[in-house]
């Protein structure tokens, strides 16, 4: 179970998020979305423990965040990272495998084949003896989901992990993290797509800086619910209904 209560969460006084209450049972496929600055990263930041709430608690599994970090496994929103910074791929990929209580910087045989599944996985094994910052976004964006698959977390929070990918090894990524999920973990991930979040997901969390809605798709991805949450910004939905060639039969909500 993830566990969002009375979250109050922002930068410096300014306030990102309000109010934001919700519990999902897991192992889950959870999707957050909603409309640019509508407060996701924030939110998964929060559920990182990478920014202190304002008021509020999150709990997983039970328990306070701060104590199931070693449980959770993240792939940073992709503009977020400092590129300069001389490392190799499969570097990267190994810090995947670091535990902090483990003995010394050393990695074991296990850990790095797990690395070197995960970049195969991934289709970036040919790069691994690459610097990072040589890497276009895309590719990068690979790598970082390779480290956080690397960790086998309860729990994987991805921010946008498709930005700046392209179609087929977006399609990889999803079909990835879809049999990731299978094993009974967990994912939250922020999503813009909404026609792919339409049949991705199980459980959705939508957000405008206060929360639209939360729980089952069949439950939140209603015209009503998207509405509220992109508000007059209705060519998203337009659109997503122009590609399904008909109302997505997930959107449950009658004329
Ligand atoms: P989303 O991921 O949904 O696009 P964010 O959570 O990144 O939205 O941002 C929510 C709000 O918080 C926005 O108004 C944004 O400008 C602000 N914000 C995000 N990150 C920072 C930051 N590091 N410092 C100050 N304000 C921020
Ligand atoms: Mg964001």
Redesign the pocket.
């Known amino acids: 179970m993830i566990e969002v209560k009375n979250l109050n969460a922002?930068?410096?006084k300014?306030s990102?998020?309000w109010n934001i209450d919700f519990s999902i049972p897991l192992p889950a496929f959870v999707g957050i979305i909603?409309?640019?600055?509508?407060?996701?990263?924030?939110?998964l930041?929060s559920i990182l423990g990478e920014l202190t709430p304002l008021t509020g608690s999150i709990r997983l599994f039970g328990k306070p965040i701060a104590e199931m970090k070693n449980r959770l496994a993240y792939v940073p929103?992709i503009n977020s990272v400092d590129w300069n910074f001389p490392i190799r791929v499969m570097d990267v990929v190994l810090m995947g495998r670091f535990r902090p209580n483990s003995w010394g910087p050393f990695y074991s045989k296990s850990d790095r084949e797990k690395a070197e599944f995960y970049l195969n996985a991934v289709g970036m094994l040919a790069f691994s003896k690459q610097q990072i910052g040589e890497l276009s976004g895309g590719q990068r964006q690979r790598v970082f989901l390779a480290r956080a698959l690397a960790r086998e977390a309860d729990v994987l929070l991805l921010?946008e992990p498709l930005a700046g990918v392209d179609a087929g090894s977006g399609e990889r990524i999803l079909s990835l993290l879809s049999e990731y999920q299978k094993q009974g973990r967990s994912i939250v991930m922020?999503h813009h797509d909404l026609l792919t979040a339409s049949t991705l997901f199980d459980h959705l969390v939508l957000?405008q800086?206060r929360l639209v809605a939360a729980g089952p798709i069949k439950e939140v991805f209603t015209l009503t619910n998207l509405q509220t949450a992109y508000g007059t910004d209705v060519s998203i939905l337009s659109e997503m209904i122009h590609k399904l060639g008909q109302t997505p039969a997930n959107l449950s909500d009658h004329p």
């Open positions: 922002g930068y410096g300014r990102a998020l909603g409309p640019n600055g509508g407060g996701k990263s924030t939110l930041k929103q921010d922020v957000l800086t």
